[in-house]
């Protein structure tokens, strides 16, 4: 009893009857290769890792690398000695490099061009800046800015009557002036209180026009002006046959 089978790992050149065949499991059976099989019995086809920097960018770049390991990447600068910038620590050179300025005299002063002591020819900014104050410079105005120093829009109260009850109210008006107030009166000629300086309508009274005289026969108690109608009763004789008739008795 044995394995029969050549192929197999175990394979008995006397068996003479087949029984349990194992067979190899190839692949590769070094751990350090990067396609290490734990299964395998019989070591075949083992590919490796090529250690290197896999990072294109990086200064030592392997292009055959498979496993990135140790890259160096370059530090950008200014690489030229005597410019303004010069940076030490740099490894490749950018092209930011500035040489320094020429000596120049130092003028302080104000240099913002919007403050109104602006320096021209100032070259450093001394913290002195003044700035116009804008507003409106007018003590009449309702916007009066005692601290303005350069002019702006003025706006001015609106003066006028704000009693609803006058005649010349102005719903616009935001200060106090004078106010004119309706004169309240009748304004008919013909009334008994007539009153010329009226101009608004109010009740008129007429006059009761008749006689006033109490010892007349048309006497009215409720006049209160005489228009000279009164008429008087006349004692006299009223017989035309009479020598003393009285035609108006």
């Known amino acids: ?55 294109k960018i990086a200064r030592n ?5 498979t496993k990135n390991q140790g890259c160096v990447y370059w530090v950008l600068g200014c690489t030229k000695k005597g410019q303004m910038n010069f940076n030490k620590l740099a490894t490749k050179d950018d092209g930011s490099c500035k040489p320094f300025p020429p000596l120049v005299i130092k003028v302080r002063g104000c240099m913002n061009k919007t403050a109104n002591n602006y320096n021209k020819d100032a070259n450093v900014d001394n913290g002195t800046c003044k700035f116009w104050v804008y507003g409106c410079m007018d003590k009449k105005a309702k916007n009066f800015n005692p601290k303005a120093d350069k002019k702006a829009t003025c706006t001015y109260w609106v003066f006028g009557c704000m ?51 109490s010892n007349a026969r048309n006497f009215n108690k409720n006049a209160d002006k005489d228009d000279g109608s009164c008429k008087f009763t006349r004692f006299g004789c009223m017989d035309k046959k009479a020598k003393n008739f009285d035609k108006g008795a």
Request: proline content about 0%.
């Open 1 to 55: 009893m044995g394995c029969t089978d050549k192929k197999a790992r175990n394979y008995n050149v006397k068996a003479t009857k087949n029984q349990g065949c194992v067979y190899w499991v190839v692949g590769c059976t070094d751990k350090k290769a990067r396609n290490y099989n734990v299964k395998a019995t019989k070591n075949q086809g083992c590919v490796y890792w090529v250690l290197g920097c896999t990072d």
């Open 163 to 213: 009693d609803k009850k006058a005649k010349n109210y102005s719903a616009k008006a935001e200060k106090k002036s004078t106010c004119t107030y309706w004169v309240y009166g009748c304004m008919d000629k013909k009334a008994k209180n007539y009153s010329a300086k009226a101009d608004k309508k109010s009740s008129c009274t007429y006059w009761v026009v008749g006689c006033m005289k």
């Open 61 to 65: 770049f392997n292009v055959k690398a």
